[in-house]
């Protein structure tokens, strides 16, 4: 919590082929998913008109959902809204749905940003 208003930048690498790497080896946006599910933009953006919707197809793809079509991935976190909620309000002594997605630590966040959308 002493850290969470900071900003931080990252350094990067490029390779002779133009590819950029982020150099710090534990914390990056292209390290695991509790390195992703810990980082956030510094500043904001509105979601626009289909931001909501969005989100919530990611969190089906981190459930393994993608293969079905993207408004059943949205139907299938509406139907799941109850555990995103408690995910978010109890994600240690609630159901711990959040933790059993293929990425947990960025179910998690993505939960955390689906309530604060609505």
């Known amino acids: 919590k002493k850290?969470?208003?900071?900003?931080?930048?990252?350094?990067?690498?490029?390779?002779?082929?133009?590819?950029?790497?982020?150099?710090?080896p534990n914390l990056s946006h292209l390290g695991s998913d509790l390195c992703r599910g810990l980082l956030k933009f510094a500043t904001y953006k509105k979601l626009g008109p289909n931001g909501l919707n969005?989100?919530?197809?990611h969190l089906a793809n981190l459930y393994?959902?993608?293969?079905?079509?993207?408004?059943?991935?949205?139907?299938?976190?509406d139907e799941n809204i109850d555990n995103v909620y408690?995910?978010?309000?109890?994600?240690?002594?609630?159901?711990?749905?959040?933790?059993?997605?293929?990425?947990?630590?960025q179910a998690l966040a993505t939960c955390i940003e689906i309530t604060e959308a609505l």
């Not at 850290?3 to 710090?24: E, T």
């Not at 711990?96 to 630590?105: G, I, K, Q, V, Y």
């Open 86 to 105: 408690d995910s978010v309000n109890n994600p240690l002594d609630g159901r711990l749905w959040w933790s059993h997605a293929d990425e947990p630590f």
């Open 64 to 77: 393994g959902n993608n293969k079905i079509s993207l408004d059943d991935r949205i139907k299938w976190v």
């Open 3 to 24: 850290f969470i208003h900071d900003v931080i930048y990252f350094p990067w690498n490029l390779d002779f082929r133009g590819r950029a790497y982020p150099i710090p």
């Open 54 to 57: 969005w989100l919530k197809i």
